[in-house]
């Protein structure tokens, strides 16, 4: 249906190159680094074609969930933060960026190397210990603003869409119990403990299985990732697709340097920037 749109026919304006190696030159709302102001056009005809091209035509939507569409990453923090206060030590958001979005076991690694805890406590132990707080946690999670809409105007518009989290089965079942009607409108969902990813993020390996199990032969071109942590964006990046991040506000800006776009959250997307089928209100 939006493949109808004349300006959906014409090369994107705004966009240099394959998504891997290129930035869109669009100004990012919330990046200092990037100035807001934009260079004089040479004409308004000029103007309109700029403000209607899209970044991409993307076909595929691949949803990350802890932090993305879930706000599940603050009961990782508080957890983290109680364990590591009994070694004296402040659990800060740099450590926070390193180890979001990994699976269990290399996040668990980096938490005691980081934190210089060899010796006193393995990951194996890290694990175990958080274990039963989280999953008291776990089941009380809500979904992040703008989540419902987008999902719902996606699969309402015929967009294929998944999820790829790095979390394991037993805690994917713990977090999503309260909001299967919303995971029920995903064609598929690919966990961290899948046998396809050997690596978790930032290795690629999670979203080129979740884009191999889209129907037809999808490009990862054709896909466009969501994503909170600094590991997703990486391994989108790496997989060939675009990112859009939506990161928590507490994470440095230097992380999102590897987002094609940065929203501060996902009640500002607009999917005709994308060549998705625009919110009648776009
Ligand atoms: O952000 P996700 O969904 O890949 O989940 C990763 C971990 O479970 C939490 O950081
Ligand atoms: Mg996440």
């Known amino acids: 249906m939006f493949q109808a749109l004349p300006w959906l026919s ?16 669009f100004p990012r709302r919330n990046s200092p ?8 056009m040479a004409s308004s005809v000029e103007a ?6 899209p970044r991409a035509t993307i076909s595929h939507v691949i949803f990350d969930m802890d932090g993305l569409l879930l706000d599940t990453e603050g009961f990782y923090t508080k957890v983290q933060e109680k364990i590591l206060a009994r070694y ?26 980081e934190c210089g805890l060899t010796g006193l406590l393995t990951p194996e132990q890290f694990l175990e210990e958080r274990e039963s707080m989280l999953q008291e946690l776990f089941p009380s999670c809500t979904v992040l603003p703008g989540v419902l809409r987008l999902i719902h105007h996606l699969h309402a518009n015929g967009i294929p869409i998944c999820v790829a989290t790095g979390s394991h089965k037993r805690h994917f079942a713990l977090k999503t119990q309260n909001h299967q009607e919303m995971f029920a409108l995903m064609h598929h969902i690919v966990m961290g403990d ?5 690596a978790g993020k930032p290795s690629p390996d999670i979203f080129l299985a979740a884009m191999r ?11 466009l990732v969501f994503e909170d942590a600094p590991s997703g964006v990486g391994a989108a990046k790496n997989a060939g697709m675009y990112a859009v991040m939506v990161p928590d506000p507490r994470l440095d800006v230097s992380y999102q340097k590897e987002a094609n776009q940065v ?10 920037e994308w060549g998705l089928p625009p919110f009648k209100e776009e």
Not at 88 to 113: H, P
Not at 194 to 198: A, I, M, T
């Open 263 to 272: 929203l501060s959250s996902l009640l500002d997307f607009k999917p005709a």
């Open 213 to 223: 199990r889209f129907e037809g032969n999808v490009e990862p071109s054709k896909c």
């Open 194 to 198: 899948d046998p396809e990813v050997k």
């Open 88 to 113: 004296g030590k402040v659990f800060d958001w740099s450590l926070k960026a390193k180890m979001m979005g990994k699976k269990a076991t290399e996040s668990a690694r980096i938490f005691v190397d």
């Open 33 to 40: 680094q990037i100035s807001l102001s934009r260079p004089p």
């Open 10 to 25: 014409g090369a994107p304006v705004g966009w240099t190159g394959t998504p891997h190696t290129s930035r869109p030159t």
């Open 48 to 53: 309109a074609a700029t403000a209607r091209a």
